[in-house]
């Protein structure tokens, strides 16, 4: 009954995303979030994927041409750049970072505070009301750990008369579960 995270993030996404929208994928690394986006923007919406791997992005651009969806810019950049790639005053409705290494690939290519935080900083302050940006926080792999303090830090700390923030998780699971942040701008 109870959704797994990947299945809750995207239930969200399917209730925040209207066709004609913007969304962001932060992290599309093999693309299977960049597709769910895809699908739910639609033809008039559009969606840009981050990924700073050219691998990842080779693979998601596979994913995308087997798909009849063509609403997508890829971007190999990091997410932290997200400003540089939206036109003046664009609003999202919609953006997801799934954190962590790519699967299968190199374990040291990994998702750091460093950068997570400034893009949602810099999305918060594009971000439609309504709007939801949602992280989902794998933290078992070496440098898993920081990004999670750093990041439950940063969005405890949020203002509550601005955003709701959400935490979805499995607290009787071991071996470090996932979990969901989701920040809804009020
Ligand atoms: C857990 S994987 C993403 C999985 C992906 N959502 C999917 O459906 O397959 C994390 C990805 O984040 C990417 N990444 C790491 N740092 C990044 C950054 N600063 N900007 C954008 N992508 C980054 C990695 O290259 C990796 O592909």
């Known amino acids: 009954m109870l959704k797994n995270v990947l299945q809750f993030a995207h239930h969200l996404l399917e209730e925040t995303i209207s066709p004609g929208d913007l969304a962001i994928d932060a992290t599309c690394g093999n693309g299977n979030d960049t597709l769910v986006l895809a699908k739910l ?19 998601t651009r596979e994913r995308l041409e087997a798909s009849e969806y063509t609403n997508v810019t890829l971007i190999q950049d990091s997410h932290a750049l997200v400003d540089h790639y939206l036109e003046d005053n664009e609003e999202i409705s919609a953006a997801i970072f799934n954190l962590g290494y790519l699967p299968k690939s190199d374990k040291q290519i990994i998702t750091t505070s460093n950068s997570t935080i400034p893009a949602v900083e810099k999305l918060l302050a594009r971000l439609k009301k309504k709007g939801l940006i949602i992280l989902v926080v794998y933290h078992g792999h070496e440098g898993g750990k920081e990004e999670k303090t750093a990041l439950l830090e940063y969005v405890t700390e949020l203002d509550q008369k601005k955003y709701h923030v959400l935490k979805y998780d499995f607290i009787n699971q ?3 579960p996932p979990f969901v942040l989701a920040i809804e701008k009020k």
């Open 174 to 176: 071991i071996n470090n």
């Open 41 to 59: 923007a639609g033809a008039q919406g559009k969606v840009l994927a981050f990924d700073i791997q050219k691998q990842a992005i080779a693979s």
